[in-house]
């Protein structure tokens, strides 16, 4: 009989640190930005609490800001990097905050739609999701290639905040805005095999 612990995965979600367009409340998607140094400081009084679960592999965005924060958390491993988790397009909402948006139309009807519309020459949610989701599966597929079938694996994943949510309305109950999480937070998760399909069995927060 196989042990049910070799089809478990435990996934480490983790919102990169904070940057400055994260403390000014922008919109902050296609902008390579890096940590800032307020950013950082949070992230490593964060490690010393020893809140961020050991990993055996780790992934991450391709952005500047989730490297940073892989080598602060995990420094000893060398992050795969899934270019289908960088953040959403915000497209022309891009850098802008509400005090600067308040007064566009496109904003209003955005805001009306519950964040379902289009970000004007930006990216829908709904393609978002499922680009994220096809990391995911790239994901899974490198760590089948590393051939280590042995028990429960450990992997970290530091993202955006968008990846977040949108993985876990994906496969846990809930709505796409029940997920949002602060910088250098995130979520451990026990992913298993229901039916040849992957399901989240459990979730608590970081």
């Known amino acids: 009989m196989r042990n049910r612990s070799e089809n478990q995965m435990i996934l480490v979600l983790i919102r990169h640190g904070a940057t400055k367009s994260n403390r000014e409340h922008r919109y902050l998607g296609k902008t390579d ?9 949070e992230l490593m009084e964060y490690r010393k609490t020893q809140c961020y679960p050991k990993v055996d592999y780790l992934f991450t965005s391709p952005m500047k800001r989730c490297i940073q924060t892989a080598e602060i958390l995990y420094p000893g491993l060398n ?3 899934i270019v289908e988790w960088e953040e959403m397009d915000f497209g022309a909402f891009e850098g802008k905050n ?5 007064g566009d139309d496109r904003y209003q ?15 829908c949610r709904e393609d978002f999701c499922l680009r994220c989701d096809k990391g995911f599966q790239r994901m899974k597929k490198e ?3 590393i051939g280590d079938t042995k ?28 997920y ?17 399909q992957l399901e989240i069995t ?3 927060k970081i």
Not at 109 to 123: A, Q, R, V
Not at 156 to 175: E, K, N, P, Q, W
Request: proline share 4%; charged share 30%; hydrophobic share 30%.
């Open 33 to 41: 930005e890096m940590l800032s140094a307020e950013g950082e400081k």
């Open 79 to 81: 992050p795969c990097k």
């Open 98 to 102: 509400y005090m600067e948006l308040k």
């Open 109 to 123: 009807e955005w805001i009306d739609s519950n964040g379902t519309l289009p970000f004007p020459e930006g990216e």
């Open 143 to 145: 760590i089948e290639q």
């Open 151 to 178: 028990g429960t694996k450990s992997v970290g994943a530091i993202v955006h905040g968008g990846t977040i949510m949108a993985l876990l309305s994906r496969y846990c109950d809930g709505d796409y805005f029940d």
């Open 180 to 196: 949002q999480v602060e910088n250098g937070k995130g979520y451990v998760c026990v992913v298993g095999n229901k039916n040849d």
């Open 202 to 204: 459990e979730l608590r």
